[in-house]
C-alpha cells in the first residue's frame, strides 16, 4: 500500500514531523555515544586541558600533603584530608591529619577551615621515627552538615606497636585488624573508601614482608584482591582507590617491577559484603582489568592512586584514574588518565595520559585523588624543597558540571 | 548507679527453682540482628534448649573467687562491686588492676548514701584468690580519694604504674565540679601520675552539657565512653565518646547515632575495647524502659539481646556492659516479671563464638562488669541475706575446662553505620 504526504492534514504532518526529529535526536545521541570512548572523552579534555591551583598549608604545619578530595557540591565543597608535619623538634613534630571543606578561591585556605582528626594519645616519635596519623581517603556524605569519614593508618596507636589500618566515623575512632590473624594489627594502611564504607588499602600476611592488596567492608569483612591471569605471577601487591561503584585501582608488583593496575565492576555487586574475615572469596572475573602505559608504553614507574566514578555514555563507561609517574628525567608528575569498560566490559584506555605539574613545584607532584568534576588533590616538592598540598580544578570545570 | 541493676538491692526474693550453680550453665540463643531479621544468631545451638545445664564443649566455664579488698582503716565493707579490669598485654603494664565501689548497708539509708572507690593491683600470692591469678591489693595512691566517686574502668597507661582510671561521680555530691572537687554531674578521669610540683593528682571533669555525664569505658588510646544525660528535664541518656586530640587541650565528645530504625528514646556506652568497639544498651521509644544491647564495630551498629529459654524465644532485657580485644561481650539480662511483687535478678552473660551463654555466680543473681584480654571476668553477685548485698567476685576461666571464644565470621548484617549515607537499603549483605 503507498501512502502519500499530501494525503496527511497538516496536524497529522506535524505530529510526525515531530516524532521524527525526536528519533533523530536520540538517534545522533546514540551515534556520539557510540564513538569511540577514548575520542569521546578526548573531546571532553581538550576543553579542560589547563589547571587553577590552589595552595593548602596546614597553619603551623612545616609540610602539608593532600590525599584525598570527595565530591561534595556547594558552597562548602570539596572536603580534602591530608596530613601534616607539624613546626618544631622533637615531640613537637608528628603526622596529623585534618580535612577542610572549601571553595578554594583563596591562595591559602583559612586556618578556620581546618579540623585536625588525629588518633588520640599517640606518640610524636619512636625509635627515632617520626610517628603519628595518616588518613587517606575521605567519603562524601549526604548531609553536607556531617562530620566526615574517613581511611588512614596510624603508628603505634596505645603504645601497641607497629601501623594499624583506622576508619574515622564522624568522630568515633576505630582501628581495622589486620586480616591476617597471626600478623595482629601490624603492618597494614587503608588508602581508599566510598560511601558504602568499604576501604582498600593493603595488609602484610604474618612471616612475609610482601604487602597484600585488600578491602574491608564493615563489619571486618575482609578479602584479599587477587588479579587474573593477564597480570601474571604479582609478587606484592596495594589498593590505592575505589570509587562509590566498586571500581579499584592500585599497583602489583610482578617480575618486572612495579606496575599500576584498574578494575572496573561488571555489575552492581561488587566489592561483595559478604564472605569471611580472612577472605578468599573475591572474583576477579566481576570485573575487567587493565594496566596503565604512559605514551611510551611503558607500563612502570607509575603509581595510580584514585579513581572517580566518571560519565556513563550509553554502553560505555569512563572513569578517570590519578596518580604520579615518573618520566625519563627522573621527574615525577602528576596525571589523570581516562580508562573505559565497554558495554561487553572490555577495559580500554588507559594511555591518553593528562599530566598535572603544579607550578611551583620542583620536579615533584604527586596527585592523591580525582573527584567526579574533576578536580584532583596532591601535593608537590619546591625548590626550598618545602612540601605543600595542592588543590588543582579543570579550567572547564563549570561546563561540566552543568553538564552533569 | 546504673539503671537496669539499681532495683537489684531492694526486695528481692530468691528464686526457688534455681539450683545454686558456680559454673557456667546452659545456653541461650543471643540474637544479634535486623529487626526483621531472623533471631538465631552465628554459631547459635540447633533448636531451642530447654535444659539449663552446662553444654559440654560449648559454654565457657568460670571459676569464681570473691573479693573484698582490705583497706587501711577501713572496716570490711558490707557491698562490693568490681567494676572494671584491664589488660596485662600492654608493654608498660606488669600487672593487672582492678576497680570497684563499696559501701555499707548503714548509708544506704540516709539521705546522702556514701559510695567509695578502689583500685587494686594483682600480686603473686595465690591464696586465697584462684590460683595462677594473685589476689590484688589495694593501692590508693591510684585511687581518687574522697566519697561519691563511682570508678568504673581503668586503662593501661603508657608508663605504668599510672594508669588513669574513670567513672563518675555518685548522686549525692555537693561541690560544684572543678579539678579536685566533686559535683553530683559530673563524668571524671582520674590520673594517678603525681604532678612534677608535688601537688595533688588530677581529677578531669568530663561534662556534656548540663545535665549529668557518666563514664564507664576507657581504653589503651584513652578513649572514653559513657552517657550524658540532655533535653528537657534531662529525661533522655545519650551514648557518646570522649577523647583528647594528640596536640589539644580540648577534649572531643562525639554522640554515637544509633539507626533511626531502632526509634531509640535513650541510649547508654558501657564498655570499649582496644581496638575501638562499644558495647551499651539502649531503651526504645514506647518499650517502657525494656533495654536492648548493641555494639558498634567499624561503622556497623547490630543488637545484641539475649532471648528467653523457652519455645517462645521471647527477647530478654539485655545490657551489653563489656567487650574485649578478641570481641566477646559480657554483660547482664533479666528474666521477665512473673508477678507483680518481684523483680527478677539479673542474670550474667558470656559470649563465646557469638552466642551467649548463661554465667551466674550464686544464685540470687550475677551482675558481670567486664572481661579483659585475658578473658578474666569481673562484677558482682547479690548475696541471700536481707540486704541482698554486693558480694564482689573476679572469675577465671581455664583453657582445658572452656574458655570463651571470639565471634565466628560476621553473618550478620549491620542494621546501620549513623553516617549520612546510611539507608536500611544500602547495609544488606
Request: net charge negative; charged share 10%.
Amino acid at each position: 500500500m503507498r501512502y502519500s504526504l499530501l494525503a496527511f492534514s497538516s496536524r497529522k504532518l506535524f505530529l510526525i514531523g515531530s516524532v521524527v526529529a525526536v528519533a533523530a535526536s536520540l538517534c545522533s545521541t546514540s551515534i556520539r555515544s557510540g564513538a569511540s570512548p577514548l575520542s569521546h572523552h578526548a573531546m571532553r579534555r581538550a576543553s579542560t586541558s589547563s589547571w587553577h591551583y590552589e595552595k593548602v598549608d596546614y597553619p603551623g604545619g612545616t609540610s602539608t600533603e593532600v590525599t584525598g578530595i570527595n565530591n561534595l557540591s556547594g558552597s562548602n565543597g570539596p572536603e580534602i584530608v591530608g596530613h601534616y608535619v607539624s613546626k618544631g623538634t622533637g615531640s613537637n613534630t608528628f603526622y596529623s591529619s585534618f580535612y577542610a571543606s572549601g571553595p578554594y578561591t583563596a591562595r591559602t585556605l583559612p586556618s578556620a577551615d581546618f579540623t585536625d582528626a588525629s588518633y588520640p594519645n599517640v606518640k610524636s616519635f619512636k625509635n627515632g621515627d617520626l610517628n603519628g596519623t595518616q588518613m587517606n581517603a575521605i567519603t562524601t556524605q549526604a548531609s553536607p552538615t556531617a562530620l566526615p569519614i574517613l581511611a588512614g593508618e596510624v603508628a603505634d596507636p596505645g603504645s601497641q606497636g607497629g601501623n594499624w589500618s583506622v576508619v574515622y566515623n564522624q568522630g568515633l575512632w576505630s582501628l581495622v585488624k589486620n586480616p591476617d590473624s597471626l600478623g595482629g594489627g601490624r603492618d597494614v594502611a587503608l588508602y581508599g573508601i566510598n560511601t558504602s564504607d568499604i576501604a582498600v588499602g593493603y595488609y602484610t600476611k604474618h612471616g612475609t614482608t610482601n604487602s597484600t592488596a585488600y578491602y574491608v567492608a564493615p563489619p571486618e569483612i575482609n578479602q584479599d584482591i587477587t588479579f587474573p591471569a593477564t597480570i601474571s605471577s604479582p609478587i606484592a601487591s596495594i589498593a590505592y582507590g575505589i570509587n562509590n561503584l566498586g571500581d579499584m585501582v592500585g599497583t602489583v608488583e610482578v617480575s618486572s617491577g612495579w606496575e599500576s593496575w584498574y578494575a572496573l565492576c561488571k555489575n552492581s555487586s561488587c566489592p561483595t559484603k559478604t564472605g569471611s574475615t580472612s577472605g578468599s572469596d573475591f572474583n576477579p572475573s566481576l570485573y575487567c582489568w587493565g594496566v596503565l602505559k604512559n605514551s611510551s608504553s611503558s607500563v612502570f614507574r607509575t603509581t595510580a592512586y584514585a579513581i572517580n566514578d566518571g560519565p556513563d555514555s550509553g554502553g560505555t563507561i569512563t572513569r578517570e584514574v590519578a596518580g604520579s609517574y615518573i618520566d625519563g628525567s627522573g621527574i615525577t608528575h602528576g596525571f589523570v588518565v581516562p580508562v573505559t569498560r565497554t558495554q561487553t566490559s572490555v577495559c580500554g584506555g588507559g594511555t591518553a595520559f593528562q599530566n598535572i605539574d603544579e607550578p611551583n613545584a620542583n620536579g615533584v607532584t604527586v596527585v592523591r585523588g580525582v573527584n567526579d568534576v574533576g578536580d584532583v588533590a596532591g601535593y608537590y616538592i619546591d625548590s626550598s624543597n618545602g612540601t605543600h598540598g595542592f588543590v588543582a580544578t579543570p579550567t572547564g570545570a563549570a561546563e561540566r558540571r552543568r553538564r552533569r | 548507679m546504673n539503671l537496669l541493676l539499681g532495683s537489684a538491692l531492694h526486695g528481692l526474693r530468691r528464686r526457688s527453682r534455681l539450683a545454686a550453680i558456680a559454673l557456667g550453665a546452659g545456653a541461650f540463643v543471643l540474637a544479634a540482628c535486623q529487626a526483621q531479621t531472623s533471631q538465631s544468631s552465628p554459631g547459635a545451638l540447633p533448636g531451642v534448649n530447654t535444659n539449663r545445664s552446662v553444654m559440654p564443649n560449648a559454654a565457657p566455664t568460670f571459676s569464681f573467687v570473691p573479693y573484698v579488698p582490705t583497706l587501711p582503716t577501713v572496716p570490711t565493707p558490707d557491698n562490693v562491686d568490681i567494676t572494671g579490669i584491664n589488660s596485662n598485654d600492654n608493654p608498660g603494664n606488669t600487672s593487672t588492676r582492678i576497680t570497684g565501689v563499696y559501701f555499707n548497708n548503714a548509708t544506704q539509708t540516709s539521705a546522702t548514701p556514701a559510695y567509695h572507690s578502689f583500685i587494686a593491683q594483682e600480686t603473686n600470692t595465690t591464696s586465697p584468690c584462684a590460683t595462677g591469678w594473685g589476689c590484688p591489693i589495694p593501692d590508693p595512691s591510684a585511687t581518687p580519694s574522697g566519697s561519691n566517686i563511682y570508678i568504673n574502668e581503668l586503662s593501661a597507661a603508657q608508663a605504668d604504674p599510672y594508669n588513669f582510671s574513670v567513672g563518675y561521680t555518685s548522686p549525692y555530691g555537693t561541690s560544684a565540679c572543678g579539678d579536685g572537687q566533686i559535683s553530683p554531674t559530673c563524668g571524671i578521669i582520674y590520673d594517678p601520675t603525681p604532678l612534677t610540683s608535688g601537688g595533688p593528682s588530677h581529677i578531669y571533669q568530663v561534662n556534656v552539657g548540663s545535665c549529668a555525664t557518666r563514664l564507664y569505658g576507657t581504653s589503651y588510646a584513652l578513649i572514653q565512653v559513657g552517657y550524658y544525660y540532655k533535653g528537657t528535664n534531662c529525661a533522655h541518656a545519650q551514648a557518646f565518646e570522649e577523647y583528647l586530640p594528640p596536640h589539644s587541650k580540648t577534649p572531643l565528645t562525639f554522640d554515637f547515632h544509633l539507626p533511626p530504625s531502632w526509634n531509640v528514646n535513650n541510649s547508654y556506652a558501657y564498655g570499649i575495647n582496644n581496638k575501638g568497639d562499644v558495647v551499651g544498651a539502649y531503651t526504645a521509644s514506647g518499650g517502657n524502659g525494656f533495654q536492648i544491647g548493641w555494639e558498634y564495630d567499624e561503622f556497623c551498629y547490630s543488637k545484641i539481646q539475649v532471648t528467653q529459654n523457652t519455645s517462645t524465644g521471647a527477647f530478654l532485657s539485655t545490657q551489653a556492659r563489656g567487650i574485649n580485644w578478641d570481641g566477646i561481650v559480657v554483660g547482664t539480662y533479666e528474666e521477665p516479671q512473673t508477678n507483680s511483687k518481684t523483680t527478677p535478678p539479673p542474670n550474667g552473660f558470656v559470649e563465646s563464638g557469638g552466642t551467649p551463654y548463661h554465667v551466674n555466680d550464686g544464685t540470687n543473681g550475677t551482675v558481670i562488669n567486664n572481661i579483659n584480654n585475658e578473658d578474666i571476668i569481673v562484677g558482682y553477685h547479690i548475696g541471700g541475706g536481707m540486704h541482698r548485698d554486693h558480694m564482689g567476685f573476679i572469675g577465671t576461666c581455664k583453657a582445658s575446662a572452656g574458655c570463651p571464644a571470639g565471634p565466628p565470621p560476621p553473618s550478620i548484617s549491620c542494621a546501620g553505620t549513623g553516617d549520612s549515607n546510611d539507608s536500611t537499603t544500602r547495609r544488606r549483605p
